[in-house]
C-alpha cells in the first residue's frame, strides 16, 4: 500500500508538471515529439504531456512596427527621406511559428523594401497631399507575403517626407507667389464688384434726381456731426442747367419776328446772316474795305543859314 500510495504521489507530481497557463493575449502551438498538434491551446489552464510535449506561446497583440527612414528618388526625380509605420498581427500562429523562424524581423526587411518601390513610383505630390492612396498600395505590398506567415496588416502609414533644402527653399517661394496671386484676384474681384455697384448706384440717382439731393443732404449731416466750423456745399446743379438753358450760346443772333415786306433790313455785321424777304434765302452781306489813303510826310522848309 505504502507503494502504490508513492506511485500515485509521483504520477500526480508528474502531471502537475506538465500543467500550462495561456494568458488572455497569447495562444498556444503544442509539439509532440517535435510535430505540431492540430489544436491550437487558448487562453486559460491546459495539460501537457512532460517531457513529450512542448508549448510555444505566441502574442496576438497588436504590434507596433516603426519602419527606419528609407531613402529614394521618386519619379519626377527629387530626393527624399521617408519613413513609416505599420500595425500587424498574427492571426495563425501555426503559420507564424512553422512557416517564418522571425515573422516581426521578417516583416520589418518586407516593409523596407516596399517602401523603397512606393518611392520610387510616386511623384513628390503624392508623398505630400495624396498619402491615403500610397497608404492603401503599401498595405498591399505588405498584405501579400504577410498572409502566408499567418499575420494580418491592420494599418500602414507613412510619418515623415523629409526634403531637401533647396526643395523646401523652391516650394516656399511657389506658396508665397501663390498666395500672392490668390490675394490679387481677390483684391481686383472686389474692385470689380465695388466699381458695379458704384454704376447702377450713378445710374439711379441721374434718373432721380431728388435722390441726389438726399444724398448731399446726408453727407451736409455726415460733415457737420464732426463739429466742424467751415461747410463747403457745392451750387445746386439744376440751377446750373436753369441757367444754361437761358444764355444764348456765344456768336448766334436772335431771330426777328417775320414782318412786312416795307420794313428795311437791319445792317449787319461781316459773317453775320441777314433774313430777306419773304420767300428769299439769307444772303451774307461781306462789308469791302476801304482803300487805306496813302499818308505823305510833309516836307521840310529850306531855312537859309546865317551868315
Known amino acids: 500500500m505504502v507503494v502504490l500510495a508513492g506511485l500515485a504521489a509521483l504520477a500526480v507530481l508528474w502531471l502537475a508538471t506538465g500543467v500550462r497557463v495561456v494568458q488572455q493575449y497569447e495562444r498556444g502551438v503544442v509539439f509532440r515529439l517535435g510535430r505540431v498538434r492540430g489544436v491550437v491551446r487558448q487562453p486559460g489552464p491546459t495539460l501537457l504531456v512532460p517531457i513529450v510535449d512542448r508549448m510555444r506561446k505566441v502574442n496576438v497583440q497588436v504590434v ?41 524581423f521578417a516583416m520589418s526587411q518586407v516593409a523596407q523594401t516596399s517602401l523603397r518601390s512606393i518611392i520610387g513610383k510616386s511623384e513628390l505630390d503624392d508623398l505630400l497631399s495624396g498619402r491615403e492612396n500610397l497608404h492603401r498600395g503599401l498595405e498591399l505590398m505588405l498584405e501579400s507575403p504577410a498572409v502566408g506567415w499567418g499575420v494580418h496588416i491592420d494599418r500602414v502609414e507613412i510619418k515623415d517626407v523629409a526634403l531637401p533644402d533647396s526643395m523646401k527653399r523652391s516650394m516656399a517661394r511657389q506658396a508665397e507667389a501663390d498666395r500672392e496671386r490668390r490675394a490679387r484676384i481677390i483684391t481686383a474681384d472686389g474692385e470689380f464688384q465695388a466699381a458695379e455697384k458704384l454704376a447702377r448706384a450713378a445710374e439711379m440717382m441721374d434718373s432721380t434726381p431728388s435722390a441726389l439731393q438726399l ?93
Open 215 to 307: 444724398r448731399l443732404l446726408q453727407t451736409v449731416v455726415e460733415v457737420a456731426a464732426e463739429k466742424n466750423s467751415t461747410l463747403v456745399l457745392p451750387f445746386p446743379v439744376e440751377l446750373l442747367r436753369f441757367f444754361e438753358g437761358a444764355t444764348p450760346k456765344a456768336g448766334a443772333v436772335p431771330r426777328q419776328p417775320a414782318g412786312s415786306a416795307d420794313e428795311p433790313a437791319a445792317a449787319v455785321g461781316p459773317g453775320a446772316a441777314v433774313e430777306s424777304g419773304a420767300g428769299e434765302p439769307p444772303a451774307l452781306a461781306e462789308a469791302e474795305p476801304a482803300p487805306a489813303a496813302a499818308v505823305v510826310p510833309p516836307r521840310p522848309e529850306h531855312t537859309p543859314h546865317a551868315e
Open 64 to 104: 507596433t512596427m516603426p519602419v527606419p527612414a528609407q531613402e529614394g528618388i521618386t519619379r519626377d526625380n527629387v530626393s527624399v527621406r521617408v519613413d513609416a509605420v505599420v500595425y500587424f498581427r498574427v492571426v495563425d500562429p501555426v503559420l507564424a511559428t512553422v512557416d517564418v523562424q522571425n515573422y516581426a
